[in-house]
């Protein structure tokens, strides 16, 4: 773990037109959320309008998950070593994907994160919901990490139109339960504790 000394960069390019974060707020809000963060809880409630049913029923729904961070990753060292494996050899999304189960219509989702968050659904006729959504708000997604703390409106991806279902509305809570160690091995203990990521010690000259 010794090797893994720097993190103010990432092992991809951030896009700042789908970004949430900006300028100087992806080194201060996106850097920890990568390499500082193990594992998350996600609480939701939403509501989703499914039109094709007669009669047409609107239902409202409140789910919690445990996002894990992908298996391949192990150990700190893996976030740089892993992320940047040849494509040929595994796959690695430059972002973060959480697969969760939307309940009541038992459809397959996903959160994106890194720096970027959005929902999806494993749904044709379903709209996407997410911070760079460019249409009617949804709801919002609270966020905690690392001692910070913001809130974000969450837009549909594509205009409102007639679907299947319909996801009239979406409010999350978005929080670190888990954080890396990053423990030196030097005897010293770790630099984070993890579980509440609180900086412990300095870094080993």
Not at 12 to 18: A, D, L
Not at 51 to 75: K, M, R
Not at 153 to 167: I, Q, R
């Amino acid at each position: 773990m010794a090797s893994v000394r720097h993190m103010g960069i990432f092992p991809w390019c951030v896009n700042e037109e789908i970004s949430y974060f900006k300028g100087t707020d992806i080194a201060e809000y996106a850097v920890p959320m990568w390499w500082r963060v193990k594992r998350w809880s996600l609480e939701t409630t939403y509501t989703i309008f499914a039109g094709f049913a007669d009669p047409p029923v609107s239902e409202t729904y409140s789910s919690s998950n445990v996002l894990n961070i992908p298996s391949v990753y192990q150990s700190e060292t893996d976030l740089i070593t892993a992320g940047s494996l040849p494509s040929t050899t595994i796959k690695i999304p430059s972002d973060f994907t959480f697969a969760f189960v939307l309940q009541g219509f038992l459809l397959d989702a996903g959160l994106v994160l890194g720096p970027n968050f959005a929902f999806s659904a494993d749904a044709q006729d379903m709209e996407g919901i997410s911070t760079s959504g460019q249409y009617g708000q949804r709801g919002s997604l609270s966020v905690s990490y690392c001692g910070l703390e913001f809130i974000a409106p969450l837009k549909l991806d594509a205009p409102d139109f007639e679907t299947l279902y319909d996801l009239t509305n979406m409010d999350a809570t978005l929080m670190a339960t888990e954080y890396w160690p990053y423990d030196p091995g030097d005897g010293k203990g770790p630099i984070y504790d993890s579980a509440t990521g609180e900086q412990l010690r300095g870094f080993p000259s």
